[in-house]
Structures are given as C-alpha cells and as structure tokens.
C-alpha cells in the first residue's frame, strides 16, 4: 500500500527557517513524483512545485520560486519542503501528493494527511 | 500559467438529485500526440486530504461510487454526481496537469 506521511504541525516566529518532510512507502520511491501543495486556511489548493526523486530533477510554481525549496533524500525515502524566512503569509496546510504514473504530467492519486504550518510573532 | 475557472463556487442539491459543476480551462489540456485530456478532479472533505475522484477527464479511479463521472474535452469539463449522497459533501476542484498544475478555486457542494 502506498503510504505518504508527513511531519506534524509546526508553530513558528516570522523570520525562523523551517523544514517539513513527507516519507514515502510501499512503493519504489525513486519512480515517482512529488508534489507539494499549499492550502492557506479557508482557501483552495496552490500547486507549489514537484520532485523526481531518482535524480532530483525539481520544478517550482513560478509563483513559489525564490520562496522556497523542495528536496528529497531517496535513501530514506523522504521529500522535504523547506524554508529560510518565513512570514505570516506562510501560515497553511501543505500537502505532499505522489503522481499515478511515471511522468510530471500524472494525476496525483496519493496524497499525505498534511502538515499546518503556523507563523506568528 | 493555464487559468482554471469553476462554475459554480457552491451549489446546494437535495439528496438523490443531480449535482454538476462545470470546469474551463484557459487554454487547451489536450494533448495532440495522444489524445488525452489532462484533467483531473478531486474532492476534498472538510479536516481531509483532496483525493483523486477522476483523471484523463473521464476516468473514475479505483473504488470512486458510480455516481461520480466526468465528461468534456479541450478547454471545458464537467464532474457530474448523478444521485447525491450525504457523504457527497465536500469541496471539489479540478486540476489541469498539461503544464505546471493548476486547480480551479473549488466548488462547494451542500445538501439543500
């Protein structure tokens, strides 16, 4: 069974880096894509960007890039959204999603249970 | 950036009846090399994940009831719940994966 599961909720000040992860299982993780995705509270789903984890190939929503970074380290079959100064505007669920099929062009039929990132002085 | 538009932003459906919403996309999400519309839809229950109702337009995936389907091509889709459940309530969106995915701003669907 495919299983994502993401790391639990964070509260943090404006200004504090921060990294949240989304650890893959019951499938080979390395064959998938990853996607992050963003719900502000009250609003709907903001694709953020997505990874390959087999070699890392990464593409941002140009909306998000700049503003922060997705990774993966496949040996601990994990993806991460990171980071460096976080604002209140960041405050959201962040969803990882994984893709059906083999390219970047797939339905996301797997998704994580969601991680709620708080930022406020 | 392909602009997802949804029609409408909530409807409110007496149980057993028919629910639609309609999705248009700014440009076209068919692919000309393989003839498959990149379109997917997702509903989203309050406190949940979004899970994948339908991909390719039409496809319902694994276990989705037989009252969800969905239609259309090119630039406009629709989902179609044929005989509306309490369990339907939720909010569904639609997804484009042609280009750099975007989803419409949601559909919220009540029991009148």
């Known amino acids: 069974e495919v299983q994502l599961v993401q790391s639990g909720a964070e509260v943090k000040k404006p200004g504090e880096s921060l990294k949240i992860s989304c650890k893959g299982s019951?499938?080979?993780?390395?064959?998938?894509?990853i996607a992050w995705v963003r719900q502000m509270p009250g609003k709907g789903l903001e694709w953020m960007g997505i990874i390959f984890p087999g070699d890392s190939d990464t593409r941002y929503n140009p909306s998000f890039q700049g503003q922060v970074t997705i990774s993966a380290d496949k040996a601990i079959t994990t993806a991460y959204l990171q980071w460096s100064s976080l604002r209140p505007s960041d405050t959201a669920m962040y969803f990882c999603a994984r893709s059906g099929g083999r390219g970047p062009q797939s339905p996301f039929p797997h998704w994580g249970q969601g991680t709620l990132v708080t930022v406020s002085s | 950036d392909i602009v997802m538009t949804q029609s409408p932003d909530s409807l409110a459906v007496s149980l057993g009846e028919r629910a639609t919403i309609n999705c248009k996309s700014s440009?076209?999400?068919?692919?000309?090399?393989?003839?498959?519309?990149?379109l997917g839809w997702y509903q989203q229950k309050p406190g949940q994940s979004p899970k994948l109702l339908i991909s390719?337009?039409?496809t319902r995936e694994s276990g989705v009831p037989d009252r969800f389907s969905g239609s259309g091509s090119g630039t406009d889709f629709t989902l179609t719940i044929s005989s509306l459940q309490a369990e339907d309530v939720a909010v569904y969106y639609c997804?484009?994966?042609?280009?750099?995915?975007?989803f419409g701003q949601g559909t919220k669907v009540e029991i009148k």
């Open positions: 019951g499938y080979s993780f390395s064959s998938y894509w």
């Open positions: 440009l076209s999400v068919i692919s000309s090399s393989n003839d498959k519309n990149y």
């Open positions: 997804q484009q994966y042609y280009n750099t995915p975007t």
């Open positions: 390719w337009a039409s």
